[in-house]
Each structure stands twice: as C-alpha cells, then as structure tokens.
C-alpha cells in the first residue's frame, strides 16, 4: 500500500508564489512518472504537469513558463513551484504517483488534494 502526503498549498496573490510537495511512502519498489492535477469548481480535473523517471517533463499550456515540475527520487518526492500566480490557477490540485510495489504489483494513487486560492 502506497500512501501519498500533499503539503503547500494555501492562499496567495496575484504575482506571488507556492510550492507544493507531494511525498510518496509505503511498499514502494520503483516510481515511475509523477504528476500534478487541479480540479476548479464546476470544471474536471486536469493535467497541470508531469515528469517522467527520467525527468523528461510536460506541462500544460497554462502554466508554461511559471510552473516547473520537479522529483526527488531519494525521498519519493515531486514538488509543483508555482510563480506568477493567477485568479485562474485557484483550484484542488492532486498529485498522482505510478510505480510498482514491493510485490511488483502496479499502483497508480493520488494525493488527498490541497487547496490553492490566488486572490487580492
């Protein structure tokens, strides 16, 4: 069993900056590609960042050039730097973790959610 803990999220301004972090712990064997998703009010989830293991990226066209998706693979760790934070990037954002455990079965697990607020 995997177990996925979310910290940094919270309220910020227009402009300003967050880091989330999202730390995988558990019967992990191997983790393969990490990502970040957010889900607005009324809207579905969407894919914000990935990162392969790797570390080959991909970001969506939103947050090109102000987020930057990164992992630590000694602490099974991904982390979401956000800057120049816009009213639009207020949503619950998810980490998602893929890999296979001890017992090489395949897992595939989000995070709990935490809440991000870009306001004035």
């Known amino acids: 069993q995997v177990q996925l803990m979310e910290s940094g999220g919270g309220l910020e301004q227009p402009g300003g900056s967050l880091r989330l972090s999202c730390a995988a712990s558990g019967s992990i064997f191997s983790i393969d590609a990490m990502g970040w998703y957010r889900q607005a009010p009324g809207k579905q989830r969407e894919l914000v960042a990935t990162i392969t293991s790797g570390s080959s990226t991909n970001y969506a066209d939103s947050v090109k050039g102000r987020f930057t998706i990164s992992r630590d693979n000694a602490k099974n760790t991904v982390y979401l730097q956000m800057n120049s934070l816009k009213p639009e990037d207020t949503a619950v954002y998810y980490c998602?973790?893929?890999?296979?455990?001890?017992?090489?079965?395949?897992?595939?697990?989000w995070g709990q959610g935490t809440q991000v607020t870009v306001s004035s």
């Open positions: 998602n973790v893929q890999g296979r455990s001890r017992l090489w079965a395949t897992f595939n697990d």
